[in-house]
T-cell receptor, first 113, second 113 residues
Framework: ELKVEQNPLFLSMQEGKNYTIYCNYS?????LYWYRQDPGKSLESLFV?????AVKQEGRLMASLDTKARLSTLHITAAVHDLSATYFC?????????????FGKGTKLSVKP | KAGVTQTPRYLIKTRGQQVTLSCSPI?????VSWYQQTPGQGLQFLFE???????NKGNFPGRFSGRQFSNSRSEMNVSTLELGDSALYLC????????????FGQGTRLTVV
């Protein structure tokens, strides 16, 4: 059974600091997503990582994927208050003949001035 | 282009009642997946439909059911509602489900009293 673990679950950061969120998954998968969710809102797609060594960057966020280690990271550079949200990683589950997404518990990020 | 539309946005139901939620996917998308989000369990996969057929199902009781119509719109039904069914129900659409990016709707917030 595919399991996805994120850490930390809660992260309080000062503006201007850097930090990394980690996402480990338990079985082979070749597709990993990062989503952002604001309170009471839906999920906004941030990154799709398709292969080992993939790295994608958007603004202050950079995501990477190591399929051999079954690890993805979301790195936050020089955090600003607008980045405060909950971040989820999700891995495609091929337990059946088609895929569905298995989500981590989410990392609630709070960026303080 | 229009995104994923879920109706209604909010619902309050009484224990024992049943409820039907609707999801209209992005035009051209044929796969619709449903997820339940609760503070305790996080985001959990309910089921996926493709071309009017259920392709994959998560670990939920039979009270949770769904269907997809020929225009790819999907409905989810929950019978004999329990307090624990209170959650945000998210629908995601993708082109084909397999290896294609999922886009989420705004969700339906169900409260069971």
């Amino acid at each position: 059974e595919l399991k996805v673990e994120q850490n930390p679950l809660f992260l309080s950061m000062q503006e201007g600091k850097n930090y990394t969120i980690y996402c480990n998954y338990s079985t082979t998968s070749d597709r990993l997503y990062w989503y952002r969710q604001d309170p009471g809102k839906s999920l906004e797609s941030l990154f799709v990582l398709l292969s080992n060594g993939a790295v994608k960057q958007e603004g202050r966020l950079m995501a990477s994927l190591d399929t051999k280690a079954r690890l993805s990271t979301l790195h936050i550079t020089a955090a600003v208050h607008d980045l405060s949200a909950t971040y989820f990683c999700a891995v495609v589950n091929y337990g059946g003949s088609q895929g569905n997404l298995i989500f981590g518990k989410g990392t609630k990020l709070s960026v303080k001035p | 282009k229009a995104g994923v539309t879920q109706t209604p946005r909010y619902l309050i139901k009484t224990r024992g009642q049943q409820v039907t939620l609707s999801c209209s996917p992005i035009s051209g998308h044929r796969s619709v997946s449903w997820y339940q989000q609760t503070p305790g369990q996080g985001l959990q996969f309910l089921f996926e439909y493709f071309s009017e057929t259920q392709r994959n199902k998560g670990n939920f009781p039979g009270r949770f059911s769904g269907r997809q119509f020929s225009n790819s719109r999907s409905e989810m039904n929950v019978s004999t509602l329990e307090l624990g069914d209170s959650a945000l129900y998210l629908c995601a659409s993708s082109l084909s489900g397999d290896n294609t990016e999922a886009f989420f709707g705004q969700g339906t917030r169900l409260t069971v009293v």
